[in-house]
């Protein structure tokens, strides 16, 4: 028993990922009905000079919880039509499962891409993933509200068990989004 539990411990320092929980506190639904009328909030939204959003679901397909929740994301999404277009703007939906950061940045290079949905994924640096966003000019958002304070720009956490949306404002500068002074007196921000 004391064996177990000396593994368990060294685990712990060996491979961090392991311990880190990746708890999503608000169900996916209603996170994409959040973040839907966050999209609207983007004073820059407007300026994107074409008629198709372009939306990446971030995932790792060998990553239960990771595949589970693209499926329902692509689930709400199918059964939804509200969700396939923003003002005159077409919403197209493409899927990345990644095991390293170079993968995204690899397809971000390769693909335009304005906004990723990100899962919850293992053994992945999400500061790294943020610098990528930055460095594509890509809205970031993930499921899971410690992203947010890894450097991704936007999520949905809970207070009170309600939902509360999370803003990394330096992030999502860096990523070219604007949002209104309404949504941020909503949120609660990040530094």
Request: net charge positive; hydrophobic share 40%.
């Amino acid at each position: 028993m004391k064996s177990i539990l000396l593994i368990i411990i060294a685990l712990n320092f060996v491979v961090p990922e392991i311990s880190v929980s990746q708890e999503i506190s608000v169900p996916v639904i209603y996170q994409l009905q959040i973040f839907n009328k966050i999209l609207y909030s983007n004073r820059n939204f407007n300026s994107i000079d074409k008629n198709n959003i372009e939306i990446c679901i971030i995932y790792q397909k060998k990553f239960r919880l990771s595949s589970e929740l693209k499926s329902q994301v692509l689930s709400f999404i199918e059964e939804n039509s509200s969700f396939k277009e923003l003002g005159n703007k077409k919403i197209n939906f493409n899927v990345l499962s990644i095991e390293t950061e170079k993968t995204l940045d690899n397809f971000l290079e390769s693909n335009k891409v304005d906004i990723i949905m990100v899962t919850p994924l293992r053994a992945v640096d999400i500061e790294q993933l943020a610098k990528i966003t930055r460095k594509h000019k890509v809205l970031s958002f993930s499921f899971i509200p410690e992203y947010i304070e890894s450097g991704l720009s936007v999520g949905i956490g809970s207070k009170a068990e309600r939902p509360q949306i999370l803003i990394n404002l330096k992030a999502s500068k860096e990523e070219g989004v604007d949002f209104s002074s309404q949504l941020l007196k909503l949120s609660r921000i990040i530094e």
